[in-house]
């Protein structure tokens, strides 16, 4: 797909450059009284917990923007692995559609002969292609929201965005924090729409959470703090639309000059749009880069200077920004206070740059801030709906402050990587232009970057960790890694990744064993009876009387031998279901010859195993196919009958 | 993607079930007095044509519906591979995502044992797998409408049909045919909404396109006739939410019992929903199936009786019918008298269903309506724009009644196998049960069940067959078939099929020899340089000034070898383009080692040559690189300067 030609145009990118318009703002209207969560900030942790929450008819949500409508332009632009992934979930994948996909990384640096010029030193291929059934690309952020909305808006819960509200005040009544029924959050909003500007408006909620970016108010509120280095360098970056004799500026590009600083150039969606972060001054103490008084004409000139001899001839700005790089966690991601912390149920949150910020050239903001309310989503639900126990809302800071960690970590590393000159103004007068080095980062971080290896830590969440070997394709605390298998009934491979939606559900595959499935007393056979039929089943258990079989726990069979008849299977395996008790044909699966899942994901064919996925699509455990007791005792410890 | 589980819902099946709302249908406006083109009818045929038509700002289109608004369920369901192709073409690859993809067929005949019982013989993979880069599939005909609708409305034409009118009168003025500026239709329709009942609107029109279905009374005002064998035998057929165990239900299955006759079952889009085609009694003749006088529980009873012992317990109708197998086509395809018809330029056609009317058991009919347009709809908008001869109309009809007739052909195979009892009422008690007939039939005539073995017949429009050896796997006369290739600028893989848009442009692939194409004097560095700078090229001779380089003939080079830099092309491979002239990168493509579109399209490696491709993605000619004269002579038949 091919746009912008004439002029950047803001929109969807669907519909022709000359006719396309943005979306017009949603009408205001008045804001409830009483909700269940209230979101504060309609970036991607904004819209990505809002959309989760939208999925479930029975909690109603609120969430707030100060700003006029929805994004138009700038902020973020690549779109990791897996955020595809995530959208993929949401049923977003038109997302995969628009993105411009890369699939090169080119490093330049000053030629030996002539160190007044640059000259790339090689090309290879993107080491993150492979890592996921999706590839990362690039796109205008405001798309990824356009998408979010969208599926927010036709969801069961009808839900869109209050904007033009500003957060005077946030309160949270630590009187009512442990009584699951009190609404203890308070926020009071202003309206700043030209309208009505001097109305306020206050919303009840029983849990708030804070997406409200960097200078985030909900933060401030809750006296949560940064924590970590303050700015010393700055950047520039813009969207251009350029002519230049530079021959990779449709690659992702790595440009050291000798003298000038380093340019990162990222080529975007439409084919003629191209990003350049531009390396800039060391800041001094305390100073910060909205201050150093540059504008965009002094970020193409240093620009122009560090690729020399090529030249750009800039011809429109879509939009440009000037940042500091510094590296900042939050010292808590929820209200419970630190000396307390274990006793308490969570009520208010921070998530994405509300508790971290860093570098935007990595691409992680989004990409980080998006899978944070991935995680909270399904457990606020689940608290919510009466499903867990409300302790399990502790686990979302300690599962996301330690990918926060890692981040800015993976931030410092490559901030200091990419700049030229770390050390200018502290005398060193000595370049540093070895982009083998940032080569060397990024294969040894794709996973992370990809976001594809974010791994939770052992907990009661992670757990059976002594049974990895059963499938070490699954990483016990990693996302489920997707693999195609072929459906019984019909034929039709499948990616059982797509299979975890984001509707709050668990899921279990039974990969079968060696042994006959079609055989009552096969291991495979003997599990399904055991989930279908026992009272100890957790199917059985958190099943509400009334619901769809699979509406709490849906059970996959994904079994090595193939030739097997849906009919041969147990009625579980294909459930009757809704009003009408019509029967399920997407459940059982075998593996295909020439991509065999078993293989791929290194599944022990000898004994099978069952894989039981969280709903934001982690790995919770892997268990024998045996292992009935430590599978109910795995849901025991957080379910609530 | 599962739906329709409590119940079928029309409407888009991006949103959930529960709250899905078909579209509302647009306002009613008044009808323009003057318009280029007018369409009646919104089937597949009208709304691709309309869509195609849609794409050019300065043409103006009228497209009117008889019923009240958007169709909502039944009719056809199956999309074949060559329609999801041209749905891709308009950018509506959503539809991909949504059809249920047909793998395998399963055949069911007589228990040789207990020849009362049905039972299965064998189950295959579905032949059509591998003939495109998509896969065909079953989807509701009123999602393709929607899509189609979708892109209409968004488009630089921002088109949108008239509801609720009937066409009155249809009048050819043939003093006016032979004046392209005139305005010789002229169509009365009489509003059929209930505020305005009795409202006489007139529209005069350029060109008309009857879409109106078989009984079409655009087709009956220009008194064109249908040819071929009437009715004899009545089908039911029914779209159906039931429980079964019949184990085959999400297989498409030709079932033919010993002595009730026989059943096709199609799993549809959703999971749970299946359409069924019953075999009733033979009609006598001039007997219509609307006057037998059956309801669909008597459908349901039959197909029970024919699927013992399986029991069909159906708890949901969405939609039946009943319809009566016949084969015809109109004797002509436009308004031109047949005695007289290469003197004239045609200003009157008829498409779709209201010139080849048929059985809708192969999923033929929405299959080859489309296709007729989508050849119709390119013709019509370069006599428009004044870029080509008004006697290129006159193709449409050479070119697709060849196919109409291959279709009924084909359906008259297909009906005859199907069906068990064929002769039944004749006296011939013996049944005829053999569903490997049919399985040969599938085998033999899988390219023109998916579409893509197409052919049109040698012409102007089609020629060079001499030179077919030089791209053995690009057949003259059928549609591009895609490969892929890797982007020279950025390394991504490229479906070049993709690359033909429906825009309207003619686009020319030059697929390099051995010969080194960096070398200027490389016979693909002289063809480009022939098409870029010689006055004879029929890039600079068609291509108004002022106007993009590629936005008559778009130019695409494709090499053998890889490791070649953009900057190592000529500038007419990147061309500058738009008002600031910034450069496309999409232009040079080479070929990807593990899947070599030289291989796989059997490219004449020492040679090279080029593929020159209409703007309905059939291939015009081949021709050596060095055919710069024959190449002129080419577009010089029919093109204007």
Request: charged share 25%; net charge negative.
């Amino acid at each position: 797909m091919q746009y912008h030609l004439n002029g950047f145009k803001p929109g969807n990118y669907q519909i022709p450059d000359s006719v396309r318009e943005p979306a017009s703002p949603p009408p205001i209207v008045e804001m409830p009284k009483e909700v269940d969560v209230l979101i504060v900030g309609c970036g991607p942790a904004g819209l990505a917990l809002a959309r989760q929450l939208s999925e479930f008819a029975d909690i109603t949500t609120c969430i707030v923007e100060q700003k006029s409508g929805p994004l138009l332009f700038g902020q973020a632009d690549g779109i990791s692995c897996r955020t595809m992934e995530i959208m993929k979930a949401f049923n977003s994948s038109e997302l995969v559609k628009e993105t411009y996909q890369l699939h090169q990384n080119a490093f330049w640096e000053p030629d030996t002969e002539h160190p007044e010029n640059i000259k790339r030193t090689h090309k290879v291929a993107d080491a993150r292609l492979g890592l996921s059934e999706f590839t990362h690309g690039v796109v205008n952020q405001a798309r990824l929201h356009d998408l979010l909305l969208e599926g927010m808006e036709s969801s069961v819960a009808h839900l869109i965005p209050h904007y033009n509200r500003r957060l005077l005040e946030l309160d949270v009544d630590a009187n009512l924090t442990q009584d699951l029924n009190a609404y203890p959050i308070s926020a009071t909003f202003e309206r700043n729409d030209a309208t009505q500007s001097a109305k306020v408006e206050t919303v009840r909620a029983k849990y708030v959470v804070g997406c409200d970016g960097a200078r985030s108010a909900v933060r401030r509120n809750l006296s949560i703090n940064l924590e970590g280095d303050s700015a010393n360098k700055a950047w520039g970056v813009m969207d251009v639309l350029l002519v230049t004799d530079f021959p990779d500026i449709r690659v992702k590009s790595f440009i050291q000059s000798k003298d000038n600083g380093a340019v990162m150039l990222v080529p975007r969606e439409g084919g003629y749009l191209v990003r350049l972060y531009v390396e800039l001054d060391l800041l001094d103490k305390d100073q910060r880069a909205s201050n150093l008084d540059l504008s965009v004409e002094d970020i193409i000139a240093k620009a122009q200077l560090i690729m020399n001899p090529y030249k750009l001839d800039v011809k429109e700005v879509a939009w440009w920004s000037i940042y500091e790089v510094g590296q900042r966690v939050a010292d808590r991601f929820d209200d419970r206070p630190l000396d307390n912390a274990e006793n308490l149920i969570p009520r208010a949150f921070v998530a994405g740059d509300a508790c971290h910020t860093h570098s935007p050239k990595g691409g992680w903001g989004l990409n980080t801030s998006l899978p944070d309310t991935f995680n909270l989503g399904w457990k606020l639900a689940a608290v919510l709906q009466g499903k867990a126990q409300p302790e399990l809302l502790q686990t979302y800071t300690t599962e996301r402050r330690k990918v926060a960690h890692m981040l800015i970590n993976a931030d410092r590393e490559m901030s200091a990587l990419v700049a030229t000159r770390p050390s200018a103004k502290n005398g060193h007068s000595q370049s540093k232009t070895d982009t083998a080095d940032i080569e060397k980062f990024i294969a040894r971080q794709n996973g992370f970057i990809a976001g594809t290896s974010i791994q939770y830590d052992p907990s009661y969440l992670c757990t059976g960790q002594e049974n990895q070997h059963l499938a070490d394709g699954f990483k016990i605390g990693q996302r489920f890694h997707s693999a195609e298998a072929a459906r019984i009934s019909d034929g039709r491979p499948q990616h059982l990744g797509h299979l975890n939606k984001a509707d709050g559900r668990w899921r279990i595959f039974v990969f079968g064993s060696e042994q006959n499935p079609v055989d009552p007393t096969s291991d495979s056979s003997k599990l399904i009876n055991f989930l279908a039929c026992s009272a100890d089943s957790p199917v059985n258990k958190y099943t509400p009387s009334g619901s769809d079989i699979d509406s709490v726990i849906d059970v996959y069979a994904v079994f090595q031998q193939q030739g097997i008849s849906i009919e041969e299977m147990p009625d579980y395996l294909w459930p009757a279901k809704g009003k009408y008790g019509l029967r399920d044909y997407e459940k059982v699966f075998c593996s295909i010859k020439e991509r065999d899942i078993f293989e791929q994901r290194e599944i022990n064919r000898a004994q099978g195993c069952m894989v039981v996925v969280r709903p934001d699509q982690h790995i919770a455990t892997i268990l024998p196919l045996d292992a009935y007791q430590e599978l109910s005792e795995f849901f025991g410890k957080f379910m609530i009958e």
